[in-house]
């Protein structure tokens, strides 16, 4: 039998199917009994449920980034799709399809970092060419670097997700740095590939994508800082105003201290590195919501967020001719 995903649930009908517990939380009725509010997942998805009955049966069942049978009856509360919960219980990782879970790449990962690695051996900086040979030459950090995604929930959420925002970032600053003057084009790649790259400790991505204990203590950009110093200090003289300066990219690139960042940019890479990030992840951001939604007319559902809604086009007649 084939799989039920996420995607395809609709109110109004029962549902026996395997997802991923990503996330639960105990509450209590206003008599006091408890219930359980769980989050469901697989490669498409997201869906909010409810346990009622048995609840301490089957809160006992499985824990967050298990495996699960969920029996349920899919309703709406509140505009939404919320299952309501008859029964669950884990399943071993072993007897389903990890591909059913987590959402790829579409893209060719192999021809992706190759197209990075071409990028960093053209630099004309010695010193930030050995540190890419220092970074490329660690297996471990590659096999990381090359399956982490970008983000738990709002851009290149998925595997693959971080290389292929820092591709196309690292392609947009080849553009951007040819366009101004005075820009030093191997400092702006130089961040663009490692802005991010504390990300690959920061989140997990084995079942689900969430958050190591490691991220929400430090968060990516320290992890990321922590990483750079160690390839480093495998560079003999690394300039120590290039290293500061790189370092700073690391540090500014949320754009402000509201946005996390413990400084703003305060070079032009820097600056120019934040607005890259930004308009490579809010595309991004905007056409995997675009392409999620399912409803009829031109216009999205409303952004949260970003708060509007997004224009899809014009409605297809369908019919056409003279009839």
């Known amino acids: 039998m ?14 026996d199917e395997v997802f991923l517990l990503a996330e639960r939380s105990m509450g209590h009725k206003k008599d006091g009994n408890p219930f359980l509010n769980v989050t469901l ?18 809160a006992g069942a499985a824990a967050e980034g298990d495996f699960v049978h969920v029996r349920a009856q899919a309703g709406e509360y509140r505009g939404n799709l919320q299952l309501v ?4 219980v884990r399943v071993p990782a072993d007897q389903v399809n990890a591909g059913d879970f987590l959402a790829v790449t579409t893209r060719d990962v192999a021809k992706m970092i190759d197209r990075l690695r071409e990028m960093t051996d053209r630099m004309q900086t010695p010193h930030l060419r050995a540190l890419f040979t220092a970074f490329w030459s660690d297996d471990t950090f590659v096999a990381a670097y090359t399956r982490a995604p970008a983000a738990k929930h709002m851009h290149h959420a998925y ?22 003057s005075g820009v030093d084009r191997d400092l702006l790649l130089a961040g663009v590939i ?19 204990d490691e991220g929400r203590l430090l968060s990516h950009i320290i992890i990321g800082l922590s990483m750079l110093d160690e390839k480093l200090k495998q560079v003999p003289d690394f300039p120590e105003t290039q290293a500061q300066l790189l370092k700073h990219m690391v540090v500014s690139h ?28 809010r595309v991004n951001s905007i056409r995997e919501f675009v392409a999620k939604d399912t409803s009829d007319g031109s216009w999205t559902p409303y952004h949260r967020l970003l708060e509007r809604h997004f224009f899809k086009g014009p409605i297809q007649n369908e019919s056409s001719g003279d009839g």
């Open 85 to 88: 919960v008859k029964d669950m």
């Open 2 to 15: 084939s799989k039920r995903f996420v995607s395809e649930l609709v109110a109004g009908s029962a549902i």
């Open 194 to 212: 490692l802005h991010d790259v504390g990300k690959v400790r920061e989140l997990e991505y084995v079942n689900r994508i969430d958050y190591t």
């Open 254 to 281: 949320h754009g402000s201290r509201e946005f996390g960042s413990p400084e703003p940019p305060k070079t032009i890479e820097a600056v120019l590195l934040n607005y890259i990030d930004e308009m490579d992840s």
């Open 159 to 180: 595997i693959g997700g971080l290389l292929e925002h820092t591709l196309s970032m690292a392609v947009l600053s080849e553009m951007i740095a040819g366009h101004y």
């Open 41 to 58: 997942s697989d490669r498409t998805g997201q869906v909010k449920g409810v346990v009622w009955d048995q609840v301490a049966r089957i």
